[in-house]
């Protein structure tokens, strides 16, 4: 198993990091008492101590909402995964909640400004990419019924489907489920977010992977 970046994308965003983890042996239920309580600190905490006027220039929302008007993404339409996340708790709602496993990785997601992709590994063939699109190449994303053809952009790709937009959309395909047992974490960096946020955000979310879920990381890499 591994995770690379294609050389036609080093070429044009030669700073681009990526930090990897397969953490193995989960059992994912819908919810957890504990973590909810942990969702609920981390939302207060957001709320006393950041407004939505700041937002925009907090941690590294600014480098995500560059990076998206670089690649042809207006980033007040789609926002950058870890700013949707954190704009809803300011705005007086709660994250998403979809089960366990993705609370845990969305949590993460939030504290540390990152944006995280998570796949079931166990649906993912050969070596995972970050590369451009292929004329012609079809996309599903989580929540659509069909998939589509895509202009070309920037996506994460084993070596028969993609796996997600990136950095801001998973695929139906590969996405994460209560009968998920091994998930595939990547945190996806852009130019002018650190290296330490992305390695910190994967640390964190195997880790609340590991107290939630109860898998086992197996491996860890950034390139």
């Known amino acids: 198993m591994s995770v690379v970046i294609s050389p036609e994308v080093k070429s044009v965003f030669p700073d681009i990091r990526l930090c990897s983890a397969l953490i193995r042996g ?22 006393r101590r950041l407004s939505l006027d700041a937002l925009k220039d907090y941690g590294n929302v600014r480098a995500y909402r560059d990076f998206y008007w670089r690649i042809g993404i207006d980033p007040t339409k789609q926002r950058p995964a870890a700013e949707a996340l954190i704009r ?7 994250i998403p909640r979809i089960n366990v496993a993705v609370d845990s990785i969305n949590l993460a997601s939030m504290m540390f400004v990152v944006s995280i992709a998570a796949y079931d590994y166990d649906k993912v063939v050969g070596k995972v990419v970050l590369r451009w699109s292929r004329d012609g190449e079809l996309f599903m994303g ?4 069909e998939a589509k053809p895509i202009p070309r952009q920037l996506v994460l790709a084993d070596d ?17 489920t209560l009968s998920t047992r091994n998930v595939l974490l990547i945190s996806c960096g852009v130019p002018g977010v650190p290296l330490d946020s992305l390695r910190n955000a994967i640390i964190f979310a195997w880790k609340l992977l590991e107290d939630y879920c109860g898998g086992k990381c197996e491996w860890f890499d950034c390139i």
Request: proline share 2%; net charge negative; charged share 40%.
């Open 160 to 176: 028969e489907k993609i796996l997600g937009l990136y950095p801001h959309r998973d695929s139906e395909l590969s996405k994460i």
């Open 142 to 145: 989580i929540g659509d019924v």
């Open 88 to 94: 809803r708790v300011l705005q007086g709602k709660s």
């Open 26 to 47: 989960l059992h994912i239920d819908e919810h957890n008492s504990s973590l909810d309580l942990e969702v609920r600190r981390v939302e207060e905490d957001f709320r």
